[in-house]
């Protein structure tokens, strides 16, 4: 059986070959070969910047004659939560690619949050106190920050996850917020905040000046990489003297690995729910 290991896409090549990294780790895990793709803009990325193998999207695959060569596509999606994306974008644009021929059929599997599973909580805590240890905090404030989204249902699944995270760093933080790194204007969009500069401002004013940004993002994209948007929000109060120190994006963590895998095992054995099966 053939997966297609799904992420929203990139520009950068860091997200790109982490991708990979999964991808082969989850292969070599499961027997079973897993392809990495962005939903869009990954097949963007110069070659050069990637080992000299093309990245690849959904999006280019979609249009291309690779995609007449395959008669089912299991969707895996790297997502934490029922994003547009995989509960609308992929779903439709697969839908066009099966009606070409009455032999195809595809599946999308679960994102990776499941109530009740706390892995990713428990992985969060984790990178979160390894990034503690590394510069030498003791009981830092702890920002959990999100890139923010115009739905309720992906915010609970930031929300949900967040409470446990307090809970298992427990007295190990002098304090604790989810917020989100952006968000849509108008009250209806209010369940996004605190955001993140409003909230190290705050900090900052009340004496606060070790912080730890637990990113909740799984791969190092425009937002999450190395001088991104969180690195530019941080920035100013950096400047005044916050120390800021951001914990290793989610998808380095091997639970990650754990929980596709299960992914793949529930599929095997006709477990789970399933986001779409046509």
Same mark, same amino acid.
């Given at each position: 059986?053939?997966?297609?290991?799904?992420?929203?896409?990139?520009?950068?090549?860091?997200?790109?070959?982490?991708?990979?990294?999964?991808?082969?780790?989850?292969?070599?895990? /499961?027997?079973?070969?897993?392809?990495?793709?962005?939903?869009?803009?990954?097949?963007?990325?110069?070659?050069?910047?990637?080992?000299?193998?093309?990245?690849?999207?959904?999006?280019?695959?979609?249009?291309?004659?690779?995609?007449?060569?395959?008669?089912?596509?299991?969707?895996?999606?790297?997502?934490?939560?029922?994003?547009?994306?995989? /509960?609308?974008?992929?779903?439709?644009?697969?839908?066009?690619?099966?009606?070409? /021929?009455?032999?195809?059929?595809?599946?999308?599997?679960?994102?990776?949050?499941?109530?009740?599973?706390?892995?990713?909580?428990?992985?969060?805590?984790?990178?979160?106190?390894?990034?503690?240890?590394?510069? $030498?905090?003791?009981?830092?404030?702890?920002?959990?920050?999100?890139?923010?989204?115009?739905?309720?249902?992906?915010?609970?699944?930031?929300?949900?996850?967040?409470?446990?995270?307090?809970?298992?760093?427990?007295?190990?933080? $002098?304090?604790?917020? /989810?917020?989100?790194?952006?968000?849509?204007?108008?009250?209806?969009?209010?369940?996004?905040?605190?955001?993140?500069?409003?909230?190290?401002?705050?900090?900052?004013?009340?004496?606060?000046?070790?912080?730890?940004?637990?990113?909740?993002?799984?791969?190092?994209?425009?937002?999450?990489?190395?001088?991104?948007?969180?690195?530019?929000?941080?920035?100013?109060?950096?400047?005044?003297?916050?120390?800021?120190?951001?914990?290793?994006?989610?998808?380095?963590?091997?639970?990650?690995?754990?929980?596709?895998?299960?992914?793949?095992?529930?599929?095997?054995?006709?477990?789970?729910?399933?986001?779409?099966?046509?």
């Amino acid at each position: 059986m053939e997966y297609f290991l799904i992420d929203n896409g990139s520009l950068r090549a860091g997200s790109v070959l982490q991708m990979r990294e999964i991808a082969q780790n989850l292969s070599a895990r /499961t027997g079973h070969s897993v392809r990495p793709f962005g939903l869009m803009h990954s097949h963007k990325v110069a070659p050069s910047e990637l080992g000299g193998l093309p990245g690849q999207s959904m999006q280019e695959f979609l249009a291309s004659e690779r995609a007449d060569e395959v008669d089912e596509i299991r969707a895996l999606p790297f997502f934490l939560g029922p994003s547009l994306a995989i /509960t609308d974008w992929l779903p439709e644009n697969l839908g066009l690619w099966k009606e070409k /021929t009455d032999s195809r059929k595809f599946r999308i599997l679960p994102p990776l949050y499941q109530s009740g599973d706390d892995r990713l909580a428990q992985a969060m805590s984790e990178l979160c106190q390894q990034a503690m240890k590394n510069a $030498g905090f003791h009981n830092p404030y702890v920002a959990m920050v999100d890139h923010g989204t115009p739905l309720p249902e992906v915010n609970q699944v930031r929300e949900e996850v967040g409470g446990k995270v307090e809970e298992f760093l427990g007295g190990s933080v $002098g304090g604790f917020s /989810t917020c989100a790194m952006e968000r849509r204007p108008g009250p209806e969009y209010d369940f996004n905040d605190p955001l993140l500069e409003d909230l190290l401002a705050e900090w900052f004013a009340n004496g606060v000046r070790e912080v730890v940004l637990s990113q909740f993002f799984l791969l190092p994209g425009r937002h999450a990489g190395p001088g991104g948007d969180l690195a530019q929000i941080c920035q100013p109060l950096i400047d005044q003297g916050m120390k800021i120190i951001r914990a290793e994006n989610l998808g380095k963590h091997p639970l990650i690995i754990d929980i596709l895998r299960d992914r793949i095992a529930d599929d095997l054995s006709d477990r789970g729910v399933l986001l779409s099966d046509q």
